[in-house]
């Protein structure tokens, strides 16, 4: 079994920073790819930042210049820096990652089950 915790979730300033981060647990033979997912009230879920095993970082227009995401392969932990908090930018964030659990198999997608994160005006 894969288990990803996300955790630094929380209530802040518009204009205030938060740190999100996102642990791997279980059967890790490979991790390629994490990153973060978000989902405002009544919107479809978007996503906001990957990173590659090779170190490649695409991100959502909506938060190049003020998000950074970031992983520490030692740790099976990928983290998200949020500066410059908008209203806007409030939503459920999720983590996911493609893992291969053992040797000769496909990567699959495990999700985290979600932290919130409140910009406040």
């Known amino acids: 079994q894969v288990q990803l915790v996300e955790s630094g979730g929380g209530l802040v300033q518009a204009g205030g920073s938060l740190r999100l981060s996102c642990a791997a647990s279980g059967r890790l033979f490979s991790i390629n790819a994490m990153g973060w997912y978000r989902q405002a009230p009544g919107k479809q879920r978007e996503l906001v930042a990957t990173i590659t095993s090779g170190g490649s970082t695409p991100y959502a227009d909506s938060v190049k210049g003020r998000f950074t995401i970031s992983r520490d392969n030692a740790k099976n932990t990928v983290y998200l820096e949020m500066n410059s908090l908008k209203p806007a930018d409030t939503a459920v964030y999720y983590c996911?990652?493609?893992?291969?659990?053992?040797?000769?198999?496909?990567?699959?997608?495990?999700w985290g089950k979600g932290t919130l994160v409140t910009a406040s005006s």
């Open positions: 996911y990652a493609v893992i291969r659990s053992s040797v000769g198999t496909h990567g699959m997608d495990y």
